[in-house]
C-alpha cells in the first residue's frame, strides 16, 4: 500500500458527460501529480500541484481541469467526455522540495461508452 | 525540454535468463532517477532510486546503474521469473524551486516466459 488513495476505482459513463476523479496524497506530501495512461501506452503526465498552487502543465486537455484544496486532496475533472478519454488515471504524491520519491496510487480507470 | 527515452520498447525472455533495460536522459538539473515497475492495470511501484553520486544500487535481483557523465541508467534483472513480467518505467527528477519535477520515460514492456 503506497498511502496514496484514489476513488473512484472504475467508472463508466457515458460520452458527454463529467466526472470527477479524487486523490488522497500520503500523509504529509505536498506534491500531486496526476497521469493518464491510455492502453499500451505510457503514463503521459497531465499536471501537478503543490501545496494548493498549479506547479506544470503536462498535454492536459482543454476540457480536463484540477485543483488541489487546503487539506492536499486533489481532484481531476474531465468533462465533455469522448471515447478516447477512456484510460487508467493515476495520482502520485511526494513530499516538498527536495523530496527524493513519488508514490502511486492503484488508478482510476474510467471508461466512456 | 526535459526528455526521458527507454529501450528497448518491449522485450521477451525466458524465464531465468538475464536482461538489461537502458534509460537516457537529458533532464536539468538533476536530482534523481528511480526505475519503478508497473504491473498491468496497476499504479507503478518503486524499484529503487539513485542519487548523482550513486554508481550502482541493489535491490533483490534488481540492480539499478547510473551513468550522470553520460546521463545514462539501466537495470538489469537476474535470473528472471515470471512475475517479472511488468513494464519498468525510468522517471528522472529535477530539482525545482518548491517541489520536484518529474519525467517519465515510456517504459519498457518485459514479459517472461517458460
Known amino acids: 500500500d503506497s498511502g496514496v488513495t484514489q476513488t473512484p476505482k472504475h467508472l463508466i459513463t457515458a460520452t458527454g458527460q463529467r466526472v470527477t476523479l479524487r486523490c488522497s496524497p500520503r500523509s504529509g506530501d505536498l506534491s500531486v501529480y496526476w497521469y493518464q495512461q491510455s492502453l499500451d501506452q505510457g503514463l503521459q503526465f497531465l499536471i501537478h500541484?503543490?501545496?494548493?498552487?498549479?506547479?506544470a502543465k503536462g498535454n492536459i486537455l482543454e476540457r480536463f481541469s484540477a485543483q488541489q484544496f487546503p487539506d492536499l486532496h486533489s481532484e481531476l475533472n474531465l468533462s465533455s467526455l469522448e471515447l478516447g478519454d477512456s484510460a487508467l488515471y493515476f495520482c502520485a504524491s511526494s513530499g516538498g522540495q527536495g523530496w527524493t520519491e513519488a508514490f502511486f496510487g492503484q488508478g482510476t480507470r474510467l471508461t466512456v461508452v | 525540454k526535459n526528455q526521458v527515452e527507454q529501450s528497448p520498447q518491449s522485450l521477451i525472455i525466458l524465464e531465468g535468463k538475464n536482461c538489461t533495460l537502458q534509460c537516457n536522459y537529458t533532464v536539468s538539473p538533476f536530482s534523481n532517477l528511480r526505475w519503478y515497475k508497473q504491473d498491468t492495470g496497476r499504479g507503478p511501484v518503486s524499484l529503487t532510486i539513485?542519487?548523482?553520486?550513486?554508481n550502482t544500487k541493489s535491490n533483490g535481483r534488481y540492480t539499478a546503474t547510473l551513468d550522470a557523465d553520460t546521463k545514462q541508467s539501466s537495470l538489469h534483472i537476474t535470473a528472471s521469473q515470471l512475475s517479472d513480467s511488468a513494464s519498468y518505467i525510468c522517471?528522472?527528477?529535477?530539482?525545482?524551486?518548491?517541489?520536484?519535477?518529474?519525467?517519465f520515460g515510456t517504459g519498457t514492456q518485459l514479459k517472461v516466459e517458460l
Open positions: 500541484y503543490y501545496n494548493g498552487e498549479e506547479r
Open positions: 539513485m542519487t548523482f553520486s550513486e
Open positions: 522517471v528522472v527528477s529535477a530539482s525545482a524551486g518548491g517541489g520536484n519535477k518529474l519525467t
